[in-house]
């Protein structure tokens, strides 16, 4: 194994669904460790830092998205939540709290590996990204700062957004003007294809016209193009 495959650590509390994924995953190359739980976890990463966490939601004790949170907010490392739950509540929660993709059991280990590569690359080119100057967007007021992730208001108070109103504003604006599909805009979000059960994209965007105080039944900023998308209707103001 080459001393510089990524390191996934699968953080599961079945010993035998953990050991397979191991197993897996390090016959394809990777440097995997196992944990149980959240204690077993932080000693792992803290000896060598994980680039993709796989995180089981039902964990006894502290849960995977107690453990989510937690994580996200120390670094960026690409998370995937692994759990037997179908709600799209649950869902959503997850990418709001900073998982990158949601797999839901029983899953079929070749398209959990694709995840795993795509979320990996994108881990991977985001680094550099980060070292460059912040961009300001504005727009009736609004400022959408992409280097301290904020958006603050004329007054400078700052509204708070979740990990997936964010990415769904910072596409919006970037593409004003523009049509954007469901399937984008969740690729964008949790990194996977929309179907038509997925309300996920409508959820993020009724909560951001609700943040921006856009009208929902006659909104001026994030427009519905119906059976195509979302539609960032405001010119972003000039520098």
Not at 97 to 123: C, H, M, S, W
Not at 226 to 237: I, N, Q, R, S
């Amino acid at each position: 194994m080459k001393a510089s495959a990524a390191h996934i650590v699968v953080i599961e509390d079945d010993p035998v669904t953990r050991a397979k994924l191991a197993a897996y995953f390090k016959a394809e190359g990777y440097r995997v460790s196992e944990a149980e739980d959240g204690e077993m976890m932080r000693d792992i990463i803290a000896a060598d830092p994980a680039d993709l966490l796989m995180i089981d939601i039902q964990l006894p004790g502290e849960d995977g998205l107690r453990l989510t949170r937690e994580q996200r907010e120390r670094s960026d490392v690409g998370i995937i939540l692994v759990t037997g739950r179908s709600d799209t509540v649950d869902r959503i929660v997850g990418l709001e709290i900073g998982a990158d993709d949601y797999v839901t059991k029983p899953f079929d280990q070749r398209e959990l590996l694709a995840r795993v590569k795509n979320l990996l690359r994108r881990v991977s080119a985001g680094r550099p990204a980060r070292t460059a100057a912040p961009q300001k967007r504005s727009f009736l007021g609004w400022t959408l700062d992409l280097g301290s992730r904020t958006l603050s208001n004329a007054e400078g108070a700052f509204t708070d957004l979740t990990r997936a109103e964010f990415k769904a504003l910072s596409l919006l604006t970037a593409n004003a003007g523009q049509v954007l599909s469901r399937d984008r805009l969740l690729h964008e979000i949790a990194h996977r294809d929309w179907d038509p059960t997925d309300r996920t994209v409508d959820v993020v965007i009724r909560r951001l016209r609700k943040k921006l105080g856009d009208d929902s039944r006659h909104p001026r900023l994030i427009v519905t193009s119906h059976g195509e998308g979302y539609l960032f209707a405001v010119p972003l103001d000039r520098a």
